[in-house]
């Protein structure tokens, strides 16, 4: 082999690594409330995307303001800790026994067991929020009651 086709095939050899590497820090898609709490230990501290239903009554505000809430995929229920306003549902609405898409990381907590630290959440269906601008992160916030 001669020393252009070397060069050329560790410049490929590169480039293949690089795309692994890219491909391997993306984030995998939804997971169920069920996968992440049977594999806990498995996504600790990963940043992973849920959707699920956030369990009717469970929303409470913390004394720095913070919301904690519980959400489920009716089988497995994950404590959730919110640190933004809680995101507008249709002018105003409740966000108890609605569905939502949240992304975030999990982490152990030695009173809950684990804790699912959520930093971004669209209430409802995803595409028609987006298409809105409603999520956690716009304009749009309710205050907890």
């Known amino acids: 082999m001669n020393k252009q086709a070397k060069i050329l095939l ?3 050899l590169a480039a ?5 590497a890219f491909v391997g820090s993306l984030d995998e898609g939804f997971k169920s409330v069920s996968e992440i709490v049977q594999e ?7 940043h992973v995307e849920l959707k699920a239903t956030i369990v009717p009554g469970s929303l409470n505000r913390t004394a720095d303001d913070h919301f904690t809430f ?4 009716d089988k497995t229920e994950l404590s959730v800790l919110w640190t933004k306003p809680i995101p507008n ?3 105003g609405g ?9 992304k975030g990381f999990l982490q152990a907590d030695p009173h809950k ?5 959520a930093e971004d959440m669209v209430v409802g269906c995803a595409s028609k929020y987006e298409e809105k601008n409603t999520t956690a ?3 749009a916030a309710q205050a907890a009651a």
């Open 10 to 12: 560790v410049l490929a």
């Open 16 to 20: 293949a690594g690089t795309a692994i």
């Open 40 to 46: 806990a230990p498995d996504y600790e501290g990963r």
């Open 70 to 73: 519980q959400i489920t995929d």
């Open 89 to 91: 549902h249709e002018a």
């Open 94 to 102: 409740s966000i108890d026994g609605r569905t939502v898409t949240i």
């Open 113 to 117: 067991g684990y804790v699912f630290h």
């Open 137 to 139: 992160t716009g304009d």
